[in-house]
């Protein structure tokens, strides 16, 4: 796995930049989160001690069905040349899916 970024990190922990760069220090200290790495002045984290951190409590049948998750989704990212499609214009990507289904399915409705 690659670096976790402090927007990456904050999303996965429901949280906003800001919350992450007020307390990861706390955390790290407090709660055991691996502490950052530093690259080009910014703060990332090692993907795999974050998850690992992350998932701690998890009966280990969760953790092996979380980590298939986030390599699914990785390789989704991947193939939408790194942008997740969930994001952005909701309508234009509802409108993009109508299409692809009306050309599957000869817009029937």
């Not at 919350?19 to 220090?25: A, C, P, R, T």
């Not at 939408?80 to 409108?95: F, Q």
């Given at each position: 796995?690659?670096?976790l970024?402090?927007?990456?990190i ?26 950052p790495?530093?690259?080009?002045g910014?703060?990332r ?10 998932d701690?409590?998890?009966p280990?049948?969760?953790k ?14 991947e ?7 969930r ?6 990507e509802?409108?993009r899916?109508k299409?692809?289904l009306?050309?599957?399915?000869g817009?029937?409705?």
């Amino acid at each position: 796995m690659k670096a976790l970024s402090a927007e990456q990190i904050a999303s996965e922990l429901g949280r906003s930049i800001e919350w992450l760069y007020d307390n990861h220090k706390r955390l790290a200290r407090d709660k055991k989160m691996p502490r950052p790495l530093f690259a080009d002045g910014t703060l990332r984290w090692n993907a795999a001690q974050f998850y690992a951190w992350l998932d701690r409590d998890l009966p280990k049948d969760q953790k092996a069905a979380v980590a298939a998750l986030r390599a699914v989704h990785q390789a989704a990212m991947e193939a939408y040349g790194g942008h997740d499609p969930r994001a952005g214009d909701e309508d234009a990507e509802a409108a993009r899916w109508k299409d692809l289904l009306d050309a599957r399915f000869g817009g029937q409705h």
